[in-house]
């Protein structure tokens, strides 16, 4: 077990409604972004002297620009169908973590500047004056808010808390003060192409090690190429694939599947990242600014389809906003949806008989499926109502022997957060990672002991990086996380093709030519 500077939950054989306990979280905070990550991002470096009056105008130019957000503001009645189902109250018990309370934070400076109840008697309505204090507050639990839309499933009225935090964490950007995990990462992007900061050949290096490796232990030329102009397919991938596992698997799995479907395909090094933070913040600019590169190098590559890999919020942005963002996609060939993720290309292969299986490959892993929250809530796969539920669980099926849901009421539609998404990936926040996903862990344990499952697959970047970190702590091994694709990999027959051989005689002969140039320079 991992060690912790805080008390773990105690894992339950069901959630339980905690007994509310005010401010056990009130520390919790990230980083705030230095200038230097605010500036590329278009935002002020540093809290203005006259914060209050610019944070007000923003909240009155988001209150103008989307309709929902007022209504959110004005439509709850303090029902309490939220209260419970949030995993970050579930497991830390403060009722700021309710997303009910968490929403009144934004609501009580609303009322106090917006309504003429608010101006007159603002103590009758709940109003709030915008106070320090109260940005304070707004700073620590918008950040406690992984925008998973679970509360919004049961809400009567179909309040969305995640667009409420996503408009919070915007107007903090725009007074100065920003989150340093998000803002660093995105202006990553826009230097080098990538959340990680990975340059571009650092990305063929590893590509030629995947396939070096792919090749020693199947015996087939499997390519992972890169800024292939004319290609099929360009891949947009989470940074992650290349070079962390589970999530590296899932990329070897990738290609794979595309060698065997027999289409080209590339990779991009300027546009190496299909994550896209800009919606965590509620930056739409931010999130056009990133797509737009995808863009310009479908344009540059001449691809005719564009695919996305194993990323929850990167394929909600490409579903919900692609087309918005960065459109027309009319220079693709119209035959194919823009977006496709990843599961609907392999999905179909499968239903073609295009691939073969060995199952048994698999043999050793007892699987169960977490639905990622901005896959789940947030999108959808395929042309069926409930493709993005029944699309992963077929391929799984197809490639492993041995499969087992999750209670209902925590997976699909209901799905629970990992505890990590929403741009709180980092170890600043630990705590709140590890209580947040609790209710997901307790889940996890029940069909661990009633069914022996040994292994969770996911198919989101954020959630396979945060169960590595956090199951540890619940007395778990990190590696029970696999990426979906890497379960592909694994029991996948692969087809050697033709110009495999005529590439062993090119490498023979490449080999020849270097023992050569050795005996010239030994002579020398």
């Known amino acids: 077990m991992a060690k912790a500077t805080f008390v773990v939950p105690a894992l339950r054989q069901y959630p339980q409604v905690p007994a509310v306990t005010p401010g056990t979280m009130a520390h919790s905070a990230p980083f705030v972004a230095k200038p230097e990550f605010q500036a590329p991002l278009g935002f002020p470096g540093e809290l203005a002297d006259d914060w209050q009056a610019q944070a007000i105008a923003k909240m009155g130019e988001l209150l103008g620009k989307y309709r929902s957000l007022r209504v959110y503001m004005d439509s709850c009645v303090k029902c309490g169908a939220c209260t419970d189902k949030c995993h970050y109250f579930l497991g830390t018990k403060d009722p700021k973590n309710m997303p009910v309370g968490r929403q009144d934070l934004m609501r009580g400076v609303y009322r106090r500047y917006f309504t003429l109840a608010g101006r007159i008697a603002p103590k009758l309505v709940g109003a709030t004056d915008f106070t320090k204090e109260v940005l304070d507050d707004w700073y620590s639990y918008f950040h406690q808010c992984s925008q998973c839309r679970r509360c919004s499933v049961f809400c009567p009225y179909g309040i969305d808390t995640a667009e409420i935090s996503m408009a919070a964490r915007e107007i903090m950007d725009s007074i100065g003060v920003g989150q340093k995990y998000c803002n660093e990462i995105i202006g990553k992007v826009y230097t080098i192409g990538n959340n990680l900061g990975l340059p571009g050949p650092a990305l063929r290096d590893t590509l030629e090690g995947l396939e070096e490796d792919v090749y020693d232990e199947t015996g087939v030329k499997v390519r992972y190429p890169i800024d292939q102009v004319g290609a099929d397919i360009l891949l947009v991938t989470p940074s992650a694939d290349f070079f962390a596992e589970p999530h590296v698997d899932g990329l070897i799995g990738y290609g794979k599947v595309f060698h065997e479907a027999g289409v080209s395909w590339t990779l991009s090094s300027y546009a190496s990242e299909a994550a896209n933070l800009g919606m965590f913040i509620g930056s739409y600019e931010n999130m056009r600014r990133i797509s737009l590169r995808i863009r310009e190098e479908a344009i540059r590559l001449k691809v005719k389809r564009i695919i996305f890999g194993e990323c929850g919020h990167a394929w909600r942005v490409a579903y919900?906003?692609?087309?918005?963002?960065?459109?027309?996609w009319d220079f693709l060939d119209s035959r194919y949806p823009v977006p496709q993720h990843i599961c609907e290309f392999t999905y179909d292969l499968i239903q073609q008989g295009k691939l073969t299986f060995d199952k048994t490959q698999n043999d050793d892993k007892i699987l169960t499926y977490h639905d990622s929250?901005?896959?789940a809530r947030g999108s959808r796969m395929g042309?069926?109502?409930g493709g993005q539920?029944?699309?992963p669980r077929a391929i799984i099926k197809a490639v492993c022997n041995q499969f087992y849901d999750m209670d209902e009421d925590t997976i699909r539609k209901r799905t629970f957060?990992?505890?990590g998404g929403g741009g709180l990936l980092t170890d600043d926040l630990m705590e709140l990672r590890v209580k947040g996903a609790q209710p997901r862990v307790e889940a996890l344990n029940n069909v661990m002991q009633e069914k022996g499952v040994?292994?969770?697959?996911?198919?989101?970047?954020?959630?396979k990086s945060q169960f590595t970190k956090v199951l540890p702590y619940y007395g778990m091994e990190?590696?029970?996380?696999?990426?979906?694709?890497?379960?592909v990999s694994n029991a996948i027959v692969l087809t050697p093709r033709e110009d495999d051989e005529d590439d062993e005689d090119d490498d023979d002969s490449q080999a020849l030519d270097d023992d050569d140039s050795e005996s010239v320079d030994e002579a020398a």
Not at 320 to 328: E, H, R, V, Y
Request: aromatic residues 4%; contains cysteine; glycine residues 4%.
């Open 320 to 328: 919900s906003f692609l087309n918005t963002l960065a459109g027309p």
């Open 373 to 375: 929250c901005n896959v």
């Open 383 to 385: 042309d069926q109502p």
């Open 389 to 391: 539920f029944d699309i």
């Open 417 to 419: 957060c990992c505890g």
């Open 454 to 463: 040994t292994h969770m697959a996911a198919i989101c970047a954020i959630c």
């Open 478 to 487: 990190m590696d029970q996380i696999v990426s979906l694709h890497q379960l």
